[in-house]
């Protein structure tokens, strides 16, 4: 039966897909990564892989369980006992998204522009990578089903990381997949302006039905979306609008998403009663891209602008500029524009030169402990808190060792800093990695040809 199951998996997902009208970025990620993995009992086990995606399972079997059962069950004839479950080895390998087809629908646009979104922001341009992936499936989530998951949704991170990107595809999202739905998006900052105009000049004559039209324009959408919200802070008009705004849609479980630079809890200047409103749903973060996500993005970004750079010249980029995904997209424009004032090709030397005054004398150079374990973490697709502890498996083991050789090999750090990092006691445990790595490379040429994949990423000249 698992043979059957297995041969007809193909046509079981087409029949999902169809006969359950899911869309293409949901189908991707909610469906596709399905495994088939055992049959006993009558009892089918698929597989979610992803170690992070435990709020992705649960989602799936708040959504699509019965619709994979029906799917399974039409398609071979028999009832069966479904279970989803997470796999045991992690197996986190990301489908890759193509750019979704888009029908060019003027109603469409137009509501687009009426809800204040930026059509280029979707969650088909968004790499999904271990830095965001959890807000991009409660995003993406939220966007499915507004109001029912995370209400509200929290999202915070630093700069440039991709919060209106992902703030601004779910309100995308909603709009092309419910033609009646209202959506808004705004700033804190707009918000601000708005109220301050109306409600906070006593001189100004605001009429009533000004602030009553205001008032309405926030409470009667489906989903309201506010950006870089810890601008609100010490300003207490806008707060108290916020707070009423909120209440009503909440309670008419309407869908509210904030981004902030940092987390409720940490937002100063901001009454209480509405801190304890954005920690009622759920609060995600997004990191710092790693190595990997930096490296798709360029590579998504260069494939949407027409070009297929070497991989030199994107790995030149992806190791100099690791702050935020702003940075990283300016280099790859900067380098692209370079080439076509010079009218030559891009070449490694070229984007060295384009980059040149972006990039600090030594920050080339400049090669860290934790850019490495960073890196080697990224390779073994393990946590960097893993590598850094006094866990004994092999599974974690090995990599801190690769961690200890390339440290030696590459930093100025000494064996007792190292050994500090790596939550070891004492220099000798690092010394004895070093060797033992050193060695093993002789004789392994598997694991030599990982090491070596490591020190071109570390240093790709
Ligand atoms: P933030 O709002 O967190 O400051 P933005 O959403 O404005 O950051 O992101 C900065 C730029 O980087 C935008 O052009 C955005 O499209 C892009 N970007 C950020 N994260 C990603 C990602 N994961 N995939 C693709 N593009 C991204
Ligand atoms: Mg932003």
New binding site residues.
Partial sequence: MLDTIKEKWPEILDFLKLEFDITDVSFKTWILPLKVESYENNVLTLIFPGETKNTGLNYIQKKYYHFIKIAIEENIDKEIDLVITLPNIEDVEESSTDLMEEHENITLENRIKESNLDKK?TFD?????SN?DIAQVTSLAAAESPGEMYNPLFIY??????????IQSIGNFVLANDPDAKVLYTTCENFTNEVIDLLGNKKNKTSQEDIIEFRQKYRNVDVLLI?DIQFISNKDRTQEEIFNIYNDLFMKHKQIVF?SDRKPKDMEGIEDRLINRFEQGLTVD?HN?DYE?RMA?LK??AEFLGYTLDEAVLQFIANNFTA???EL?GSLTRVISFSKIKRTDITLDLAKDALNDLISPNHEEKITCENIIDMVADQYQISVSDICSTKKSKEFTIPRQICMYLCRVYTEDTLDQIALLLKKDNHATVSYGYNKIKKAMEKDPSLKNSIDILKKKISPN
Avoid: A, C, M
């Avoid at 991170?157 to 992902?166: D, I, M, N, P």
């Fill in positions: 922001y341009s968004f790499v999904v990578g965001n991170g630093g700069v440039g990381l991709g919060k209106t990107h992902l950006d981004t997004i891209p996500t993005i998504k970004k935020n995904v702003r997209e």
